[in-house]
T-cell receptor, first 112, second 120 residues
Framework: QKEVEQDPGPLSVPEGAIVSLNCTYSNSAFQYFMWYRQYSRKGPELLMYTYSSGNKEDGRFTAQVDKSSKYISLFIRDSQPSDSATYLCAMSEGAGSYQLTFGKGTKLSVIP | GAVVSQHPSWVICKSGTSVKIECRSLDFQATTMFWYRQFPKQSLMLMATSNEGSKATYEQGVEKDKFLINHASLTLSTLTVTSAHPEDSSFYIC????????????????FGPGTRLTVT
């Protein structure tokens, strides 16, 4: 079983829809959870950063972490065509280790 | 804030030659920099971790003599692909962790725009 599982999609939604992206993981030592957005042929851009369990909101984006279920989510409200990209979840154990373990990414297309 | 640049953005080289890729943190100091490679439709695969002034730590299966990493300062790391071959063609991306988190976290990584290497 891979450490981080993420449905690769592709996921296609109409403009204005609510998008739900998810990752599951097996390593209970992960404490830091991140979501990155990557446009084609570009480096990943940090969207959300969460420590431990709970919710975090930033504009149209909400990140949720449920450590008991080893499950994280990213919600995008009022999706826009400019949100079309690949979304990668990433996790770190912290405790002095800066290494990230990435999911494979979910490709999202928001149709106007 | 938290901008990372890479140079060049795209390079074509002949088989057997060496290529150097630079990674710079422009508006922050980075304790640690990372080098990844990414194949089409695949996620990022960590190649090595480098800390300023010390030797890089390579992931299993990554040849340290082929992928030379130098982390000369808190804002600059370089990756040199030596004796490049067509199978080294890939998208190479660096990232940097700031001394103090920009989003308030200690374990943030900020990525460069990537370098596309094509070896002919």
């Amino acid at each position: 079983q891979k450490e981080v599982e993420q449905d690769p999609g592709p996921l296609s939604v109409p403009e204005g829809a609510i998008v739900s992206l998810n990752c599951t993981y097996s390593n209970s030592a992960f404490q830091y959870f991140m979501w990155y957005r990557q446009y084609s042929r570009k480096g990943p851009e940090l969207l959300m950063y969460t420590y431990s369990s709970g919710n975090k909101e930033d504009g149209r984006f909400t990140a949720q972490v449920d450590k008991s279920s080893k499950y994280i989510s990213l919600f995008i409200r009022d999706s826009q065509p400019s949100d079309s990209a690949t979304y990668l979840c990433a996790m770190s154990e912290g405790a002095g280790s800066y290494q990230l373990t990435f999911g494979k990414g979910t490709k999202l297309s928001v149709i106007p | 804030g938290a901008v990372v640049s890479q140079h060049p953005s795209w390079v074509i080289c002949k088989s057997g030659t060496s290529v150097k890729i630079e990674c710079r943190s422009l508006d922050f100091q980075a304790t640690t920099m990372f080098w990844y490679r990414q194949f089409p439709k695949q996620s990022l695969m960590l190649m090595a971790t480098s800390n300023e002034g010390s030797k890089a730590t390579y992931e299993q299966g990554v040849e340290k003599d082929k992928f030379l990493i130098n982390h000369a300062s808190l804002t600059l790391s370089t990756l040199t692909v030596t004796s490049a071959h067509p199978e080294d063609s890939s998208f190479y991306i660096c990232s940097a962790s700031p001394l103090a988190g920009v989003h308030g976290g200690l374990y943030e990584q900020y990525f460069g725009p990537g370098t596309r290497l094509t070896v002919t």
